[in-house]
């Protein structure tokens, strides 16, 4: 799925952070130092980040090669 | 003799001391601060068309969990409103549409994308939250209600991330991390009035019960 709005435990809004964290890693820096930077300190908050996988994105994946585009309800 | 001393403050966190309050009010006021400051969020989801790939209740609940800043003095919570409307009124409700299409390569839906019905200053936290992606040809419409709501009703209205400890020195500390719905101060104000007001509410019934037992002699 996507990644989650809010930390599980607790509450602290971290999706607003996803996009920039993602670059940053996939562009070689330190997840734990970009973390930091980011502001996101307590450790409920960091395993987030740290564990994600974004699968919604093999979702999309798929439905772009393979979806009805022109059986949309549309 | 209550004492309060601000230690430290910041747009998101603040640091208060508290000294001459018993443990357990502490500790009162540190859970309301989390439970009972009325903030606001999307209660209510009108699903017009979703052909993306997340089922309706899925990406209904994600929207839920965005912050939006709360302007409480103007709403109010649905049940404390007087127009008993099932849809709400201008005091308790705020509309919002969002209303996004993938044409030619996938998008991804953000808090930003979200529009409201008339101009207004409750809008969501942050306009980088990403909702749903969507593949070329899905499309999501949909209008949202957002409400004055509790967090002891439901997470999402939680307002802040508190705890209280005590220092080396032994001095017993609050520290309020705002969400983002209110300013935190702001929380910490509101908090000591819903206490307040739930102190009054107990002493009323203490009264009323001690006045029954009178008439009964």
């Not at chain 1, 307590?42 to 999309?60: A, G, K, N, Q, T």
């Not at chain 2, 004492?3 to 998101?12: A, H, I, K, N, T």
């Not at chain 2, 044409?103 to 809008?123: F, M, W």
């Not at chain 2, 949202?144 to 991330?161: D, E, F, P």
Request: net charge negative.
């Amino acid at each position: 799925m996507m990644f989650p709005v809010r930390c599980f435990t607790c509450g602290a809004l971290i999706a607003d952070k996803w996009d920039e964290y993602r670059e940053r890693v996939d562009a070689g820096e330190e997840p734990g130092k970009v973390l930091d930077e980011l502001g996101v300190r307590r450790y409920c908050c960091r395993r987030m980040f740290l564990s994600h996988y974004e699968v919604f994105d093999e979702v999309i994946e798929f439905h772009s090669l393979f979806g009805s585009r022109e059986y949309s309800q549309r | 003799m209550v004492e309060v001393r601000l230690l430290e403050e910041d747009g998101r966190t603040v640091k208060v001391l508290l000294s001459g309050i018993p443990l357990a009010v502490a500790n009162t006021l540190r859970r309301y601060t989390i439970n009972e400051v009325p903030t606001m969020a999307v209660e209510e989801v009108l699903v017009i068309e979703n052909s993306s790939a997340m089922p309706n209740e899925v990406l209904a609940h994600r929207i839920s969990l965005i912050p939006f800043t709360s302007d409480i003095d103007r709403y109010r919570a649905p049940e404390e409103c007087d127009c008993g409307s099932r849809l709400g009124c201008e005091k308790c409700v705020v509309r919002y549409l969002l209303r996004a299409e993938a044409r030619d390569r996938p998008i991804t839906v953000y808090s930003g994308d979200l529009v409201p019905e008339e101009e207004t200053t409750v809008k969501p936290v942050s306009p980088k939250i990403p909702i749903v992606k969507l593949a070329p040809g899905q499309r999501v419409e949909m209008e949202l209600y957002v409400r004055v709501g509790r967090g002891r009703k439901n997470a999402k209205w939680q307002a802040a991330i508190s705890s209280l400890y005590e220092s080396e020195q032994g001095e017993r500390i609050l520290m309020v991390e705002s969400i983002g719905f209110l300013p935190p101060k702001r929380i910490l104000i509101e908090a000591a009035k819903a206490l307040e007001r739930k102190a009054g509410e107990l002493g009323e019934a203490l009264a009323g019960l001690l006045e029954a037992e009178k008439d009964g002699e």
